[in-house]
């Protein structure tokens, strides 16, 4: 099989590796379509220190069962599937329910070096982390359950509710994906701060009103978008400026929900959290149910789910489109890379 791998920090390159085969309780998938994460990005330039050369990554995927391993039910070759990529130990399967994001010997598939992941034409993966798409709809949109999920879960940990007015900070990926993460449940009064003018076109078609982050009145922006301060605020970004921004555009007692990951260390307003009384959360990942929650919806093809991909290009194309993305090409939404073979 094909695989797009990391040769060195800053390049990648197509190489041929042994198909694996599936073992007692596992699923052999057949990879389709999988996301360019940021998270890909800043391995590739060796940011983060969580991806190392000759690793094959990607996480956010959708593909067909190509082969089961004994013990393996409730799935057959042919099925359209993404898979949870946060492996938990079997023995903490139990102990984590509902939480398995924080179980501390989890094994995440794009990250963990060892596991060839799924910018690989094949990928062995534990049935319990497979989960079944609807056959009729668009294979591709199946990429985008996984950083959905991302999502679900930030808007969850954030308290949302459906009549609550939102700000989101950052119209990337993740912010984008938060936004349908609101309309999952309901949320109508959105608006989202972005710097850059064709996220916020992007995000604009998803039917929620763009602010420009770097305009002096943004905040007041946010305000008249939303009929007053915002309930909930959801930092897709992680750095200074967006955590200073959301605390200031949330409501006495409303809340802020730190998703990205931007800068490991933030000094912060403490006065706007202490004496006004907000509550600023964290959120990592996803549990099982979030990944569940998030596959179903996009299992419905949501119109506006389309507008998240900004274009699908084939294996061959993958180290430029790597190269691309990291200089900071001006691609708004999702690039996915295509490894099916007629691809």
Same mark, same amino acid.
């Given at each position: ?56 990554? %990607? ?5 067909? @069962?190509?082969? $089961? !391993?004994? &013990?393996?039910? +409730?799935? =057959? ?81 954030? %308290? ?5 007015? @939102?700000?989101? $900070? !950052?119209? &990337?990926?993740? +912010?984008? =994906? ?81 998703? %990205? ?83």
């Amino acid at each position: 099989m094909k695989a797009l791998q990391l040769a060195d920090f800053g390049r990648m390159e197509i190489v041929d590796l042994q198909a694996p085969e599936p073992g007692p309780g596992e699923v052999l998938v057949r990879i389709v379509a999988t996301g360019v994460c940021g998270s890909d990005l800043h391995g590739f330039t060796g940011e983060n220190g969580r991806r190392v050369p000759g690793q094959v990554m %990607g996480h956010e995927s959708a593909g067909t @069962v190509a082969g $089961l !391993g004994a &013990g393996v039910d +409730g799935l =057959s070759v042919g099925d359209t599937v993404t898979f949870n990529p946060v492996v938990v130990a079997e023995e903490d399967v139990e102990a984590y329910a509902g939480r398995e994001q924080l179980s501390p010997n989890k094994r995440v598939v794009g990250v963990t070096p060892d596991i060839v992941a799924s910018f690989a034409q094949r990928i062995v993966v534990p049935a319990r982390n497979v989960v079944p798409l609807p056959p009729e709809m668009p294979i591709e949109l199946g990429a985008l359950v996984e950083p959905l999920a991302v999502a679900v879960h930030g808007v969850r940990n954030a %308290g949302v509710q459906p009549d609550d007015a @939102v700000v989101v $900070l !950052g119209g &990337g990926p993740i +912010g984008q =994906s938060t936004v349908l993460a609101l309309q999952m449940i309901g949320v109508s009064r959105i608006a989202v701060t972005e710097v850059v003018p064709s996220r916020r076109a992007l995000v604009e078609e998803l039917g929620v009103t763009a602010v420009d982050a770097g305009a002096e009145d943004a905040e007041e922006l946010v305000a008249r978008a939303l009929g007053g301060p915002a309930d909930r605020a959801i930092d897709a970004v992680g750095i200074e400026a967006t955590l200073r921004s959301a605390l200031r555009a949330t409501r006495i007692g409303g809340t802020v929900c730190l998703v %990205g990951m931007g800068a490991p260390t933030l000094t912060l307003d403490a006065f706007l959290i202490s004496t006004q009384e907000r509550s600023l959360v964290g959120s990592f990942t996803y549990s099982a149910r979030d990944f569940a929650d998030a596959a179903a919806w996009i299992g419905t093809a949501p119109p506006q789910a389309r507008a998240l991909i900004s274009r699908q290009v084939p294996l061959a194309q993958g180290p430029q489109e790597f190269s691309a993305l990291a200089a900071g090409d001006g691609t708004p939404g999702k690039v996915l890379i295509r490894l099916d073979e007629e691809q």
